[in-house]
């Protein structure tokens, strides 16, 4: 079974930044595609990133785009979600998911394991 641990949310002001890592064990992390979704109060989860198994191909949400990287070491069976400039509308939870399909999914039903969440909050 896949476990995906999320961390590195928090309380920060706007403009600042915070890194979250999705750190995965008990499967096969090399090979998932990766995501990362987040839910704002009161509203559905949301695609926010993707990157493919090799690291080469990431998509966006049009909201971040531009300030927001996604990343992954396999080595260290990680993605990460660098988020720079942040916006009070940032604030939400983010989540973590894994797909055991290659390809770059925005689509949230696609993906087979998802991690607890972490907090993130921008304060105005």
């Known amino acids: 079974q896949v476990q995906l641990v999320e961390s590195g949310g928090g309380l920060v002001q706007a403009g600042g930044s915070l890194r979250l890592s999705c750190a995965a064990s008990?499967?096969?992390?090399?090979?998932?595609?990766m995501g990362w979704f987040r839910q704002a109060p009161g509203k559905e989860r949301e695609f926010v990133a993707v990157?493919?198994?090799?690291?080469?191909?990431?998509y966006y949400t049009n909201s971040v785009k531009g300030r927001f990287i996604i990343s992954r070491d396999n080595a260290k069976n990680t993605v990460y979600l660098q988020m720079n400039s942040l916006k009070p509308e940032d604030t939400a939870v983010y989540y973590c998911?894994?797909?055991?399909?290659?390809?770059?999914?925005?689509?949230?039903?696609?993906?087979?394991?998802w991690g607890q969440g972490t907090q993130v909050t921008v304060s105005s």
């Open positions: 990157i493919d198994w090799s690291g080469a191909v990431r």
């Open positions: 998911g894994a797909d055991r399909n290659r390809g770059t999914t925005t689509n949230q039903r696609q993906y087979d394991y």
């Open positions: 008990g499967g096969t992390f090399s090979t998932y595609t």
